[in-house]
């Protein structure tokens, strides 16, 4: 019986385990899709630059970003509305409904529904500690330690020494 199996190519042309890795993406800050308020385009140009910095974005990351910093905007408007709510009431964002209701203002919903919209998109851009720590060791070809090779206190320790911190 003959083996009809074949290598397939990789994008470098090479064949096989001592292939060569596709080429990286270029990182580029990409044009914002949709027009942005004077706010958004300050949040925009700085979450961009830093994305660039490290090399974690790419053109085709536009509508994520915008997205991003529309939430982010939107809901520092919608807590800043909720801070000056509560300066004018004593401290107190409650509200008594006309049956006789107590219960929070509606901005108080808006912007804990725009909080939970914006850390639901966070990680799509690498904006979280957590998904900016995963994207940059798949960016640097680590992968997932071994639990019984790694030590991971000796790593963490290699890791504060090369950032510059006092070794523990």
Do not use: C
């Given at each position: 019986m003959t083996h009809q199996l074949k290598p397939v190519p990789n994008v470098g042309g090479g064949v096989g385990i001592g292939a060569s890795a596709p080429p990286a993406l270029p990182a580029e800050i990409p044009t914002a899709p949709m027009t942005l308020t004077a706010a958004e385009r300050k949040v925009w140009n700085h979450v961009t630059q830093a994305l660039l910095d490290v090399g974690l974005i790419h053109r085709t990351d536009a509508l994520v970003l915008a997205v991003i910093c529309r939430t982010f905007s939107r809901w520092v408007a919608a807590e800043k509305?909720?801070?000056?709510?509560?300066?004018?009431?004593?401290?107190?964002?409650?509200?008594?409904?006309?049956?006789?209701?107590?219960?929070?203002?509606?901005?108080?919903?808006?912007?804990s529904k725009l909080k939970?919209?914006?850390?639901?998109?966070?990680?799509?851009?690498?904006?979280?500690?957590?998904?900016?720590?995963?994207?940059?060791?798949?960016?640097?070809?680590?992968?997932?330690?071994?639990?019984?090779?790694?030590?991971?206190?000796?790593?963490?320790?290699?890791?504060?020494?090369?950032?510059?911190?006092?070794?523990?």
């Open positions: 509305q909720l801070s000056d709510y509560a300066a004018a009431h004593g401290g107190d964002y409650m509200v008594t409904t006309p049956n006789g209701y107590v219960q929070p203002h509606q901005i108080f919903h808006v912007a939970k919209e914006l850390l639901q998109w966070l990680p799509e851009a690498a904006l979280t500690i957590p998904s900016f720590q995963k994207a940059t060791a798949v960016a640097a070809g680590g992968g997932q330690g071994s639990l019984f090779e790694d030590d991971p206190v000796e790593q963490h320790r290699q890791r504060k020494i090369a950032a510059g911190m006092r070794a523990v």
